[in-house]
């Protein structure tokens, strides 16, 4: 079992509806990374949340370090947001800074 | 406009042939990363770095070998491609502190060994 989960595997959704994509994490961690990939597979960071919840435009991300979970939401859904978006967690503090990906979700936004 | 560089983006390469991929950063980042990705599945880290001189193997085995020479410059190699090496290599860098806001990653090199 892989330690960081992702789902839905894939989502399909019309453009302008609000998306939640969930990560569940099964070790401690200093910082959850949240990282949007398209097609020719470049990777692009969105957002490092250690608590609470950020906003950055449409995009929005939370965290609940009790229960190892974390949500990315995208409102007013666009075409332009089709990619792959993936979680990723660093080890406690103490441990080394490297990353654990999970598998990321495909999502497609229809015009 | 990117701060981290790779080259190529794609590479198609016979079997055996030694090949080297480039990764360049511009930001001045002490932390380095190579990872491997195949198609829809997670990235593994290969390599990583923390400074100058300093490389350490990751937590998928390689049979790749890696360099850190100058702080912008971490370039992976392959002695002899195999097709099992097939795959999309993605670079990294982190800042140092505690406050940073997170990985800037490359574009990544595709890879293909027939």
């Known amino acids: 079992k892989n330690e960081v989960e992702q789902s839905p595997q894939n989502l399909t959704a019309q453009e302008g509806e609000f998306i939640t994509i969930n990560c569940s994490y099964s070790?401690?961690?200093?910082?959850l990374h949240w990282l949007q990939q398209h097609p020719g597979g470049g990777i692009v960071s969105l957002f490092m949340?250690?608590?609470g919840k950020k906003k950055h435009g449409r995009l929005i991300a939370t965290i609940n370090i009790q229960e190892k979970h974390s949500s990315l939401h995208i409102t007013a859904s666009h075409p332009r947001d089709s990619a792959v978006y993936i979680c990723?967690?660093?080890?406690?503090?103490?441990?080394?800074?490297?990353?654990?990906f999970g598998k990321g979700i495909t999502l497609s936004v229809r015009p | 406009e990117a701060d981290i560089y790779q080259t190529p983006r794609y590479l198609v390469i016979g079997t055996g042939k030694k090949i080297t991929l480039e990764c360049s950063q511009t930001?001045?980042?002490?932390?380095m990363y190579w990872y491997q990705q195949d198609p829809g599945m997670e990235l593994h880290l290969i390599h990583y770095s923390y400074g100058v001189n300093s490389t350490e193997k990751g937590d998928l085995s390689s049979e790749s070998t890696v360099s850190r020479i100058r702080t912008e410059h971490f370039p992976l190699t392959l002695e002899s491609a195999r097709p099992s090496h097939t795959s999309q290599y993605l670079c990294?860098?982190?800042?140092?502190?505690?406050?940073?806001?997170?990985?800037?990653f490359g574009s990544g090199t595709r890879l293909t060994v027939v």
């Open positions: 930001m001045g980042h002490d932390k």
């Open positions: 990294a860098s982190r800042a140092p502190g505690a406050n940073n806001y997170g990985y800037t």
């Open positions: 990723a967690v660093r080890g406690a503090p103490g441990a080394n800074s490297k990353l654990t």
């Open positions: 070790v401690g961690i200093s910082a």
């Open positions: 949340l250690s608590s």
